[in-house]
């Protein structure tokens, strides 16, 4: 059997040409994802920034922590709690003690992100100055980096009076102490210049944490972004895995059961000369795992060489920081390897089975048409799958519609219908082969219908690739159409202030026309099923301004009864019946117990909680809903809000754009970054595919030459049927995606958010037509050679 099977790849070389392709290009794929996740696992450990040289640092609790039934459960305070006063005292009596702030600024023609801390603290940076000096009198300040010169008066109002280097970690603007404790008059945490075992003695039993060494890093701003820089690769990598290897799996054995397909009368033949089932299914195997080992070995090859370019890729668009590498893993070598082999193996397992059952009279024919157009096994395997997918999605809409809205339901659900239209598809090939007018279209129609196996293999591709980008694409434009309606639905303001800082509200409540309804952003914590700690988040506002605030979809209650002792929420709230009391922590971890006054539908995700400005947890106001009152100009309310320094006024329209998830385009980089890998593959496995199958249609381009058909219409024949059968797969991929957005419609209605189904039309017709380029392509140029040859010698 090693013999024939050598044999048979020396003379089948283009057919196993092409399996190799496939499959390395598959483990390739795998590998480059498996070393992406890998990377995405461990962060590099950070060293102090802000406080590298600062011998203490003591920062009030920033964690809640609740005893339950299963042991301690924590979570992240949104408002961190000041070190007690007490405390402060007592840590003065041991040293000098510093207080740290820190604000954000908004300066035109400044960098972003600009933010503002006293000068006292940047000598633990340390900071040093490199022109002018310290701030002395409120109006001053110190710049880093050179985007200010010294001199200068900023829109602020400020005068830079000094510049000090920056250290690469932020930008910012230092201010008087005075001044900053104005500006921001809570400070969380603090600088004591005294002996660590001292500070501890007197911060214990506080709730405040002590900090040196390493842990100083924790009192930087934003000290977990590399956890969650890592758990957003992980979530990308993951689904770009899941894409990748679905896709990778369907191609590879897709394209050695149609290789093995195409040989049925060679395996009649070697039946025919007395070789056994048995035999023959050794034989294809022993070749699958020939093939199975040197692809899957240079398919890992490829993924070395590919996976530090995704990195590069990656951190160069933004989607991961600056320190992200890909490689130095062993483990994902191995499990794409091992996959390779075992999908190749697997595929050609199926295809043997069938080449076993090959009659010896299967050589004696000389049709080409295909006999049984769908076995009982795809049949069966193909309902089942369908099946599947109806039943899983009906569950979904009774039970948990809000699941059919997050990622990973709807990445992973086209998965199951593409593979059940991708098993039915001989099934369907008939029914969708149009009917062209001509001679010419009268031949597409009857050799893509006779041979239905072979144009369901060749639609697969096509198929996946409209599929996904159609159900992708297209969820998440649906969602994104929703949240925005949603959005607009829900602002009742003319204007919405941003960026309100210390003393901003009462500045804006002197302009002229404007009623105002300030907010601030807080979160409130609940104990679900008594074991887990949930976070939600919330804004705290005026009681009686929030009807003219917000328009909220309340399905139970009434907002206007919220008060101090009552709480708005949302219906994935686990108790959420109009007055029951629930327990509830607030954003500096204070318990309380408070009463529903109303319940809101749970939208697109983003109705959180509502409470009062009690119940804030110390939060302070950092947006100002504001409506035009009658006969007042909106213009001129708008020029009296944008006179306030520092804050950023956004006309309604602008702020349902700027609260559109489409402006994250982080996010919809990496769903391209997703689509785009995926979708490179299955184009390539359709030349592939289409390639393999060329020896066969020399001999088609041979009958019809012997038919007296000229070499014009032999071309025009096979690019039509490349594009008929291209139809096929696109069609197919459009009801995928057509079933996929029902679905999500269907949730959007029953969670009472807008429904707004969007078809990316634009997408899809960019990948048919790609789609179609490659297959003509591929199509015509092996005809163009074999019109070259003598029909003579072809049918010889």
């Given amino acids: 059997?090693?013999?024939?099977?050598?044999?048979?790849?020396?003379?089948?070389?283009?057919?196993?040409?092409?399996?190799?392709?496939?499959?390395?290009?598959?483990?390739?794929?795998?590998?480059?994802?498996?070393?992406?996740?890998?990377?995405?696992?461990?962060?590099?450990?950070?060293?102090?920034?802000?406080?590298?040289?600062?011998?203490?640092?003591?920062?009030?609790?920033?964690?809640?922590?609740?005893?339950?039934?299963?042991?301690?459960?924590?979570?992240?305070?949104?408002?961190?709690?000041?070190?007690?006063?007490?405390?402060?005292?007592?840590?003065?009596?041991?040293?000098?003690?510093?207080?740290?702030?820190?604000?954000?600024?908004?300066?035109?023609?400044g960098p972003g992100g600009l933010v503002g801390h006293p000068w006292p603290t940047a000598r633990f940076a340390p900071y040093e100055l490199t022109a002018g000096r310290a701030p002395r009198a409120d109006g001053e300040v110190v710049v880093t980096g050179g985007w200010a010169r010294v001199g200068e008066r900023l829109s602020t109002g400020d005068v830079v009076v000094g510049a000090v280097r920056g250290l690469g970690f932020e930008d910012a603007v230092f201010h008087t102490e005075a001044r900053a404790t104005q500006l921001a008059p809570v400070s969380v945490q603090l600088v004591v210049e005294a002996d660590a075992v001292a500070v501890r003695a007197v911060v214990d039993g506080s709730g405040a944490r002590v900090l040196t060494g390493d842990g100083r890093r924790l009192a930087d701003a934003d000290p977990g972004r590399d956890g969650e820089a890592l758990t957003?690769?992980?979530?990308?990598?993951?689904?770009?895995?899941?894409?990748?290897?679905?896709?990778?799996?369907?191609?590879?054995?897709?394209?050695?059961?149609?290789?093995?397909?195409?040989?049925?009368?060679?395996?009649?033949?070697?039946?025919?000369?007395?070789?056994?089932?048995?035999?023959?299914?050794?034989?294809?195997?022993?070749?699958?795992?020939?093939?199975?080992?040197?692809?899957?070995?240079?398919?890992?090859?490829?993924?070395?060489?590919?996976?530090?370019?995704?990195?590069?890729?990656?951190?160069?668009?933004?989607?991961?920081?600056?320190?992200?590498?890909?490689?130095?893993?062993?483990?994902?070598?191995?499990?794409?390897?091992?996959?390779?082999?075992?999908?190749?193996?697997?595929?050609?397992?199926?295809?043997?089975?069938?080449?076993?059952?090959?009659?010896?009279?299967?050589?004696?024919?000389?049709?080409?048409?295909?006999?049984?157009?769908?076995?009982?096994?795809?049949?069966?395997?193909?309902?089942?799958?369908?099946?599947?997918?109806?039943?899983?999605?009906?569950?979904?809409?009774?039970?948990?519609?809000?699941?059919?809205?997050?990622?990973?339901?709807?990445?992973?659900?086209?998965?199951?219908?593409?593979?059940?239209?991708?098993?039915?598809?001989?099934?369907?090939?008939?029914?969708?082969?149009?009917?062209?007018?001509?001679?010419?279209?009268?031949?597409?129609?009857?050799?893509?219908?006779?041979?239905?196996?072979?144009?369901?293999?060749?639609?697969?591709?096509?198929?996946?690739?409209?599929?996904?980008?159609?159900?992708?694409?297209?969820?998440?434009?649906?969602?994104?159409?929703?949240?925005?309606?949603?959005?607009?639905?829900?602002?009742?303001?003319?204007?919405?202030v941003t960026g309100v800082g210390a003393g901003a509200p009462a500045r804006l409540r002197r302009v002229p026309g404007a009623e105002l309804f300030p907010s601030s952003a807080t979160a409130v914590y609940t104990l679900e099923e008594g074991v887990a700690l949930v976070r939600s988040e919330a804004r705290a506002v005026d009681p009686g301004a929030l009807a003219g605030a917000v328009r909220l979809p309340v399905v139970a209650g009434r907002t206007a009864d919220l008060d101090d002792g009552s709480i708005v929420v949302n219906e994935e709230w686990a108790e959420h019946r109009v007055g029951q009391r629930v327990r509830v922590w607030l954003g500096d971890g204070t318990p309380r117990t408070l009463r529903i006054a109303a319940v809101v539908a749970t939208g697109t995700g983003d109705n959180g909680a509502y409470v009062t400005a009690v119940n804030a947890g110390g939060a302070a106001v950092d947006r100002v809903d504001v409506r035009v009152r009658a006969g007042a100009d909106p213009a001129t309310v708008a020029a009296g809000l944008r006179a306030v320094d520092g804050v950023r006024v956004w006309p309604k329209e602008r702020w349902v754009a700027a609260s559109h998830p489409a402006t994250d385009g982080t996010t919809r980089l990496g769903l391209l970054l997703v689509l785009g890998i995926a979708l490179l593959y299955t184009g390539i496995s359709l030349a592939n595919t289409l390639v393999m199958g060329a020896a066969e249609r020399a001999r088609d381009v041979t009958a019809l030459r012997l038919a007296g058909a000229t070499g014009g219409q032999v071309l025009r024949w096979a690019a039509a049927e490349a594009l008929t059968v291209v139809a096929v797969g696109a069609v197919l991929g459009l009801a995928v995606t057509v079933v996929n957005l029902a679905g999500m419609a269907g949730a959007l209605g029953l969670l009472s958010a807008p429904v707004t189904v969007v078809v990316p039309w634009p997408a899809l017709g960019w990948t048919t037509g790609a789609c179609a380029l490659v297959a003509v392509t591929a199509t015509v140029l092996p005809v163009g050679v074999a019109l070259r040859e003598s029909p003579r010698e072809t049918l010889t």
């Fill in 1 to 109: 059997m090693l013999s024939v099977a050598l044999r048979t790849m020396r003379v089948r070389w283009a057919g196993f040409v092409g399996s190799f392709v496939a499959l390395a290009l598959g483990v390739g794929l795998v590998a480059v994802m498996g070393q992406a996740l890998a990377a995405s696992l461990e962060a590099p450990v950070r060293v102090p920034e802000r406080f590298a040289a600062a011998p203490v640092v003591v920062k009030g609790q920033d964690a809640l922590r609740v005893e339950t039934p299963n042991g301690v459960r924590t979570a992240e305070l949104a408002q961190p709690r000041p070190v007690p006063a007490g405390v402060v005292a007592a840590l003065r009596a041991l040293g000098p003690v510093t207080e740290d702030r820190s604000f954000p600024v908004r300066v035109a023609g």
């Fill in 232 to 496: 957003a690769l992980n979530a990308l990598f993951g689904t770009a895995g899941g894409v990748t290897a679905f896709v990778s799996v369907f191609v590879v054995a897709s394209t050695f059961a149609f290789a093995v397909e195409r040989r049925r009368r060679e395996f009649g033949l070697l039946r025919l000369a007395g070789a056994t089932p048995g035999q023959l299914r050794r034989t294809v195997l022993l070749e699958a795992l020939l093939v199975g080992v040197l692809a899957s070995a240079a398919g890992c090859v490829l993924g070395a060489y590919g996976a530090p370019l995704l990195g590069e890729a990656v951190v160069e668009g933004g989607l991961a920081p600056v320190w992200y590498a890909i490689g130095g893993h062993a483990w994902p070598y191995h499990l794409a390897f091992w996959t390779g082999l075992s999908v190749a193996l697997a595929g050609a397992a199926v295809a043997s089975w069938r080449a076993g059952r090959t009659s010896p009279t299967r050589a004696l024919r000389e049709a080409a048409a295909d006999g049984r157009a769908l076995p009982r096994g795809r049949l069966v395997c193909g309902a089942a799958l369908l099946l599947t997918a109806a039943a899983t999605l009906a569950y979904a809409l009774a039970a948990d519609p809000g699941d059919l809205l997050h990622r990973k339901t709807y990445v992973s659900r086209p998965m199951l219908l593409i593979t059940a239209a991708a098993l039915l598809a001989p099934l369907l090939v008939r029914p969708l082969v149009p009917r062209l007018p001509g001679t010419t279209g009268l031949l597409v129609r009857a050799h893509a219908v006779a041979g239905v196996r072979r144009t369901a293999a060749v639609a697969a591709p096509v198929l996946v690739t409209v599929a996904l980008a159609g159900s992708l694409l297209g969820a998440t434009a649906t969602l994104d159409e929703a949240g925005a309606a949603e959005v607009r639905r829900q602002t009742a303001a003319d204007f919405v």
